[in-house]
């Protein structure tokens, strides 16, 4: 079966633009997660969603950072003028409502400030 | 606060042989979860092993195994007969009790597979 799919895979972007990372989550998961990695380092919680509501934006680095997910589904990571420190691969995450509350990952986005 | 802490930056290993990963963790939660995921060089975050803090047994999938000593709060990977394709990053992490579903990694641990 399909599992998370993130778009784009790279992204390159000059600093001060507007970048905008989607997540298409395993379908029927209830739950979606945003981590950031930076360069050799674990990843970090950014944000939570449990179908539309966001019940956890305490990792989010700015209010430049945003999130998503108006349907329950589709979420969308937007991060407005970007610098240099955004650069760090973008990762997301889905699990089920039931049946243990492992999360499965996607192959993530790797975004480039220069 | 929950903390996850790898001490083995990378690790050497001979095919075939096993090799066992640390993780120690602290938390004042009495219901947690424990993860172990595998990261190759894709990027891809790949889930390998579940323990939940009130699992008696310790948890096996394949040629995973983790070695959960809820005293000592370590809960250690092992990996039997490595294979060349197992070379990757390991992270060790645990997800709070229900209300909190993030997980908190550790800085991760590369095991490299030698012939």
């Known amino acids: 079966g399909a599992g998370v799919s993130q778009s784009p895979r790279y992204k390159v972007a000059k600093r001060g633009q507007d970048v905008a990372l989607r997540c298409d989550p395993i379908s029927g998961h209830v739950s979606l997660f945003w981590y950031q990695q930076a360069l050799g380092q674990g990843p970090e919680f950014l944000t939570y969603f449990q179908n539309e509501a966001q019940l956890d934006k305490s990792g989010l680095p700015s209010d430049r950072f945003f999130a998503e997910r108006p349907e329950g589904s589709v979420s969308t990571l937007k991060i407005q003028r970007t610098q240099q420190e955004d650069s760090a691969v973008y990762l997301c995450a889905s699990s089920p409502a039931d049946g243990g509350r492992t999360q499965y990952f996607g192959p993530g986005t790797r975004l480039l400030v220069l | ?115």
């Open chain 2, 1 to 115: 606060a929950q903390k996850i802490t790898q001490t083995q930056p990378g690790m050497f290993v001979q095919e075939k042989e096993a090799v066992t990963l640390d993780c120690t963790y602290d938390t004042s939660d009495q219901s947690y979860g424990l993860f172990w995921y595998k990261q190759p060089s894709s990027g891809e975050m790949i889930f390998l092993i579940y323990q939940g803090s009130y699992d008696e047994q310790n948890a096996t999938e394949g040629r995973y195994s983790l070695n959960f000593q809820k005293a000592r709060k370590s809960a250690n990977l092992v990996i039997s007969a490595s294979q060349l394709g197992d070379s990757a990053m390991y992270f060790c992490a645990m997800r709070g009790p229900y209300n909190t579903d993030k997980l908190i990694f550790g800085t991760g641990t590369r095991l490299q597979v030698f012939p």
